[in-house]
């Protein structure tokens, strides 16, 4: 499974939990929303995360 950035955008407008996160690690590691949406690929997509279902059906 590959990194799309127009999937994770579409994925975090679908779902205010992940909103709320993106906000949160822009906010914690002064990080641009670019980078911000890679961590959180990284961290509750790929691999088994929570919401991989739901990226792979996008």
């Known amino acids: 499974?590959?990194?799309s950035k127009p999937k994770m955008e579409?994925?975090?407008k679908n779902d205010a939990e992940?909103?709320?996160k993106l906000?949160?690690?822009?906010?914690?590691h002064d990080?641009?929303?670019s980078f911000a949406?890679?961590?959180l690929?990284?961290?509750?997509?790929?691999d088994g995360g929570k919401y991989q279902?739901?990226?792979q059906e996008l």
Do not use: N
């Open 1 to 3: 499974m590959q990194y």
């Open 37 to 39: 949406l890679k961590a």
């Open 31 to 33: 990080l641009e929303k």
């Open 23 to 28: 906000k949160q690690i822009m906010k914690e």
């Open 18 to 20: 992940l909103t709320k």
């Open 10 to 12: 579409q994925l975090v």
């Open 53 to 55: 279902r739901d990226y």
């Open 41 to 46: 690929y990284h961290s509750d997509v790929k």
